[in-house]
């Protein structure tokens, strides 16, 4: 079993910038491909980013990819996404996400076997 905690979130205005983190426990941490989600209201989950066990990352769209950064510290057993300029659509809770180093289409939500609780991120106008 691996245990994954967010923390993070909160409100922001937008133009703003938010770190989340995701405390991961249970298991060898550096053997997970570890992935961030975001799900809004009355919408499906969506894949944001990924950082592969050995630190090769995907992220979801080019304006993601300018605007957000996913790292991770595997000695604090610990993923990151670091958010900026963000905007009033990127408004969601934001799930960290964990599957073991073997497995494929990492940007799909079903392969990943672990899922945190999430954290809110709300982006104002």
């Known amino acids: 079993q691996v245990q994954l905690v967010e923390s993070g979130g909160g409100l922001v205005q937008a133009g703003g910038s938010l770190r989340l983190s995701c405390a991961a426990s249970?298991?060898?941490?550096?053997?997970?491909?570890m992935g961030w989600f975001r799900q809004a209201p009355g919408k499906e989950r969506e894949f944001v980013a990924v950082?592969?066990?050995?630190?090769?990352?995907?992220y979801s769209t080019d304006s993601e990819k300018g605007r957000f950064t996913i790292s991770r510290d595997n000695a604090k057993n610990t993923v990151y996404l670091e958010m900026n300029s963000l905007k009033p659509e990127d408004t969601a809770v934001y799930y960290c996400?964990?599957?073991?180093?073997?497995?494929?289409?990492?940007?799909?939500?079903?392969?990943?076997?672990?899922w945190g609780q999430g954290t809110q991120v709300t982006v104002s106008s």
């Open positions: 950082i592969m066990w050995s630190g090769g990352k995907t």
């Open positions: 996400a964990a599957v073991f180093r073997g497995a494929a289409r990492l940007l799909t939500a079903a392969v990943y076997d672990y």
């Open positions: 249970g298991r060898t941490f550096s053997n997970y491909n």
